[in-house]
């Protein structure tokens, strides 16, 4: 897959003026990472993604995925960059079913399954593919880092072609969550 | 080998094309092959799935190989181009020939076939279409509702009617009276009474559904059947229950209906993958684009390379021949036109390297000649100028180019030799009389002697002209003049021959004195002893004295004519009218034997003495009567050319044979019995004194013939 940046900046001098300002740009509006003991847990919401194409691939039954990818940081205030600690998949697949008028919604991390739901509710798909909390992603192993952590996450949907031809996904910008720290059971 | 060699080259490169075009035709038969798969599935495969990226994959494989390819050709091209490589330029013009001829049409190709796709696929999406299958959901939708709003609102009713759970009768009488599916009562999660048509196929309703019913006081289900037929349950909260009733819609209705919501679902997905079908389109396109466009740069490039590649390599060839490396070869495999034209370059080369070769195996062998010529020539030069014998050359032209120490001191030559200083010495003319002789051209080989008069006294020299070997033929190479110095060679043959002389005549002497002795003591004899025939033998006596005296005084005057020649006083003479005088002398002397003259001079005197010429006519013609049989022919024949005058006498007598010839002028020499042997050696003094030269040949058929030849002068 090319990344949407460098499609963009690829065919920058060849797409009609204003295409791209047409749309708006899907993003990570929040995003919270939070510890429970060892367990870290994210709430976010995406805005901008539920555009009029999303809608119709969803509503004419095709599998249509969401794919978050999440990173754990340590933040190195003295260094270049940051530690990766761990990272992981997490991927909403919605479907729908024309003859039961359902929607079926199939979350997985790292490629195990979360949830499977159905729903009739077209704006509780969408807050299912878009929004989430309280999903645990990651586990601080007692010999990790405990301070300066957090969260970084972006998003990626299935999207149009470069030069008709070459399949390209739509992501998102890196979002970087509040910093937190794993407190220690003892 | 190198047949071998380019062999391989070939079969490699064709290796190579034949590789590629089967490359092409698997790709685009795994292309074709995943394609009409493809139609029997899920058109979300076809489009997000594997097909597509790999078309991806492939395309941009292909266009990155293109551009690559393209990209060093060019740059290879212009590289070529800049470094002024012959065939560079024969290069890019075949190159992007093919390439525009093959470019060109499959662009267009390209550009038609896929506007032609776009159009086809957007027609799939036209508004008829999406209207009629947008009213046929609604009328789905609108038949659905209808069944839902019917099971809700009887639902609704058994939720405000509230019958008794546990009683199944009146639950199953409330079903068959509202003429449903089934009815169900659930507790929380937990199903309490079931009143069904067939109890086993309804499956208690998930719990999701019953929180949600909860939560929002209905909520409807639909379930597809194993039959095909559906079952649409509503949910209602009433109380402290849920109830649900189903309602079934028999197995064709819920075809018909899940027709229409496939037609719509596979609609929109259509819809909703229409830039992936586009793509997955223009992509199959592309790539046979792609690869017919790959190949013919490729092919075009081979091609051109095949073509140029032996033009360069000839081009190169001949470079180094000019400059002169003769073993400049075209090693580049070719056939055709091209390949005879590096076939004969070869054979030219072959032919050229062979010809320096032998040139300068020439040149070798012409150095070492050279220096073999050069060790003769001093060779030459060293003997020349240590010999006695004097040696004179001249060219085909008459010039002198050799004339050695020893011929200036025999010739007293000083300063610059030509023939016309030879020419201002009038004692040197039976020289150059020899010189002229020699470039007639029927000259033989020449020899004359002469006699030079100097303040030293006489020098008599033999002189032999040999002409050269010709230069080539039809051309003479000059003359070769050697001058022997036989001064004291002739002195001591003369010495030798007066002796010899002297001895015969002594012995010629003796002879007729012994016959005088004793006829002198016989006449005394008879004289003492007297008789009647004294007188007689005296007489006798007498008479034999006589003519032995006469002997002895014709030996002495004989003698005395040669000794006692007179000096030559030539004056012009009518030659015939001699020859005829000295012939007439002789007619008649012998019966049976003819005298004639053959007069073939033009001119009508000649410059000699006439008295000694006719003393040598007349004995050679003494010779010839002698030396003929009883019959024979005598002829005197006079003739001239350019040498000068030729005097022949020739018989048909007994002839002289070759070993007497060398002698035969020779003082002492004689074949007659009581010859004195001087007649020959006084023709030769006298022939010698006009500066001429006598030979003997053979006549034919038979007999001698002795020619004299004098000066024209």
Known sequence: MVSRFFAAAAVA??????????????????????ARGPDVFVGFRVAGALNPELATRIESGLETVVRYEIRLYRHNAHWLWDDLMDSRKYRVAVTYDPITREYVV???????????????????????????????????????????????????????????????DDRTAWKESNRFEVKTSS | MKLRADFARLRRDNRLIVGLLLAVLVVWSAVSALEQRANAIDPATITGGLLLFVLSYVNITLIAAVLFVLCRILLKTWLERRRRILGSRFQTKLLVTYLGLTAIPIGLLFFTATGLLQRSIDRWFSTPVREVVGRARVVQDMAEKRVVDETLEKALGLGQSAPDPAASGRLEELRRQERLDSIEAYRGVQRIALAAETPASVDPLPAEVLRKAAASGQEVKIEVLPDQSHRYRAVVKAGGL??????????????????????????????????????????????????????????????????????AAL?????????????????????????????????MADGLQEARDAQLSSNEELQASNRRLDLERR????????????????????????????????????????????????????????????????????SREITLHSQEGERRLEIALRPLSPASAGERGGWVLAIEDTTHVAREQKLAAWSDVARRVAHE??????????????????????????????????????????????????????????????????????????????EGAREGIALRVENRLFRQTVLVDPE?????????????LEACDASGEITVRLSEDVRGIAIEVADTGRGVPPRDRDKLFLPDFTTKGRGTGLGLAIVSRIVADHNGTIRVED???????????????
Not at chain 1, 14 to 33: C, D, S, V, Y
């Open chain 2, 315 to 347: 081009a190169e060839s001949t470079r180094r021949l000019h400059s002169g490396d003769l073993t400049a070869r075209v090693d580049v495999p070719a056939s055709d036109e091209i390949g005879a034209l590096v076939s004969s370059f070869n054979r």
């Open chain 2, 379 to 446: 060779l030459l030069s060293t003997v020349l100028e240590s010999v006695t014998t004097g040696v004179l050359a001249f060219d085909s032209e008459g010039r002198v180019t050799v004339c050695n120490p020893a011929a200036r001191s025999l010739l007293s030559l000083e300063g610059n030799v030509t023939v016309e200083s030879l020419r201002r010495r009038p004692e040197l003319a039976p020289l150059v009389t020899l010189v002229e002789q020699a470039r007639t051209p029927a000259s033989a080989p020449l």
């Open chain 1, 106 to 168: 199939v979350e997985t991390l790292d490629g195990r399954p979360l949830l499977r739901s159905t729903t009739h509710n077209f704006s509780e798909v969408a807050r299912r593919l878009l929004s989430r909390e309280n999903l645990l992603v990651f586990r601080v192993r007692p010999d990790d880092w405990r301070t300066n952590l957090y969260v970084r996450m972006r998003v990626a949907f299935d999207s149009g072609y470069l030069f008709t031809i070459i399949p390209v």
């Open chain 2, 242 to 311: 849920v109830w649900a009733a189903a309602t079934r819609v028999g197995p064709s209705e819920a075809r018909a209906l899940d027709a229409i919501a496939a037609a719509w679902s596979d609609y929109k997905k259509l819809e909703a993958q229409k830039p992936a079908i586009k793509a997955a389109n223009i992509s199959t396109f592309l790539l046979i684009t792609l690869a017919i466009l790959f190949a013919a740069i490729w092919v075009g490039s081979t091609l051109a390379r095949r073509i140029t590649g032996p033009i």
């Open chain 2, 699 to 713: 006549n034919r058929p038979r007999g001698a013939r002795f020619i004299i030849e004098l000066p024209a002068a």
């Open chain 2, 509 to 586: 002497i003796k002879n007729p004195l012994t016959p005088i002795r004793l006829s002198a003591e016989r006449i005394a004899k008879r004289l003492r002893a007297g008789g009647p025939d004294l007188p007689e033998a005296i007489a006798r006596g007498t008479k034999v004295i006589v003519e032995e005296v006469d002997f002895l005084k014709s030996l002495v005057d004989e003698f005395s004519r040669f000794a006692r020649l007179p000096e030559m006083r030539p004056e012009p003479t009518d030659l015939p009218a001699l020859a005829r005088r000295a012939v007439r002398l002789f």
């Open chain 1, 13 to 34: 001098g060849l797409l009609p003026p204003g295409i791209a300002a047409e749309q708006e740009k899907p993003r990570i509006e929040a995003l919270r990472a939070e």
């Open chain 2, 612 to 624: 000694q010429i006719k003393r040598a006519l007349i004995n050679l013609l003494d010779n010839a």
